[in-house]
């Protein structure tokens, strides 16, 4: 059972990384840039999605925390710009911002 002084820091990773957990004493923690995998199987990194703009889409709702009827709308949203129909004048967030003072 392993003891712990004060300030040791413990660097847990994902169960399915599979590397085992670490203590280290404050002084000598050290951070290091994260270890490219490459993907498996000759796989594109954005695997199992169909596009990495799929992925995106997933990692933004992910990120923002959409609900599911939030995620479905912004899907619509995808396709009706896909269909080029309407057009998406937006640059940035100012953008927007500008239109809601505008219309308010």
């Avoid at 059972?1 to 004060?6: I, V």
């Avoid at 599979?18 to 951070?31: H, L, P, Q, S, T």
């Avoid at 954005?46 to 609900?67: Q, R």
Wanted: net charge negative; hydrophobic share 35%; with cysteine.
């Amino acid at each position: 059972f392993p003891t712990f002084k004060c300030d040791d820091i413990k660097v847990e990773y994902h169960p399915n990384s599979g590397i085992e957990a670490k203590v280290c004493a404050f002084d000598a923690f050290k951070r290091r840039p994260a270890t490219l995998i490459p993907p498996p199987d000759g796989h594109p990194p954005w695997h199992p999605f169909k596009s990495w703009l799929e992925f995106d889409i997933a990692e933004l709702t992910l990120e923002v925390g959409l609900n599911n009827e939030q995620s479905d709308q912004l899907i619509k949203l995808c396709h009706r710009c896909a269909l080029g129909k309407e057009k998406v004048t937006f640059k940035n967030h100012k953008d927007i911002h500008s239109m809601w003072e505008a219309a308010s």
